[in-house]
């Protein structure tokens, strides 16, 4: 692992043999899940019964493909909405946390950083536990003291979007603050001695140097909002993600519908995370 420090040729054999076996495990059932999402059978395992696209686009009882599912389309639909505002907030708030930790000094400074934290180290299900016993009290306090019914605190998509927002929020602040660490504050203070304003100089300066981290944080926020079941399964209401359609539709029988469904999100998540690396290289370069 240290290029400098002479190593016997078997110790070398061995890494290298380890580094081969640890990608193939993380890559093999990636694969079968691929495979499998062509086979032309009901069941999503062997034998082999040939190649077919039905999965992806049949429109006749069993091969109803995604494309045709009604079901998995709403839920992608209702994952794409609540992605959007999981990460839109989680980048705003990640980014305000990022200047607050960095360029600020204040009393329980540290204390705040170790809550913004916690939610790293807190179960998805206690956490979505804990939001939806939090919710359901105030609603029921405000019930009883006004006689209305607030449904956005009751379980749906407000409580998903709060639920996600909660611990993603924490991923963004991380990946921000990393990038603001290493910003030149003199740079700001050129614009400013050059007549630039205090925010001036930030949206002009400062948030250009943070874009390839806030893209990198908002794909992440969007990635980590499509494969969320822990805390979304406690606080999920009529309207069900795609992670909660899937495990409905595991529970009645495993189909390679469900495999087609993994092969795309697997294709979305590629491109999102290659967009986001040329991205930053494109303005690394610049």
Request: a positive charge; proline letters at 6%.
């Amino acid at each position: 692992m240290i290029p400098t420090v002479p190593q016997p040729g078997f110790a070398k054999w061995c890494y290298r043999a380890y580094v081969i076996v640890f990608f193939v495990y993380l890559a093999l059932p990636l694969t079968v899940v691929c495979v499998f999402a062509f086979n032309n059978s009901v069941f999503p395992s062997l034998p082999w019964e040939g190649f077919t696209l039905a999965w992806f686009f049949g429109s006749e009882a069993p091969y109803i493909g995604v494309f045709n599912e009604r079901s998995i389309l709403r839920s992608i639909g209702t994952s794409a909405f609540v992605a959007f505002w999981v990460s839109g907030l989680a980048v705003a708030v990640g980014t305000c946390n990022a200047f607050l930790f960095v360029r600020h000094e204040f009393r329980g400074k540290a204390l705040l950083y170790m809550l913004m934290l916690m939610p790293l180290i807190i179960p998805g299900v206690i956490l979505g536990i804990s939001i939806l016993v939090f919710s359901s009290s105030a609603a029921n306090a405000l019930e009883d003291a006004t006689g209305m019914w607030f449904d956005g605190l009751r379980p749906g998509l407000p409580l998903v979007i709060l639920g996600q927002f909660s611990f993603i929020t924490t991923f963004a602040t991380l990946v921000i603050t990393a990038r603001l660490q290493k910003f030149d504050p003199s740079l700001e203070e050129a614009a400013l001695n050059l007549g630039a304003s205090k925010w001036g100089a930030i949206q002009q300066i400062t948030l250009p140097f943070l874009l390839p981290a806030i893209v990198a944080s908002a794909v992440v926020s969007i990635l980590m909002s499509f494969e969320n079941f822990n805390t979304t399964l406690m606080l999920v209401g009529s309207d069900s993600p795609l992670t909660i359609t899937m495990f409905d539709k595991l529970k009645q029988g495993s189909t390679p519908v469900l495999n087609a469904v993994s092969l795309l999100l697997i294709i979305v998540s590629a491109a999102l995370g290659l967009i986001s690396l040329l991205f930053q290289k494109r303005k690394s370069a610049a």
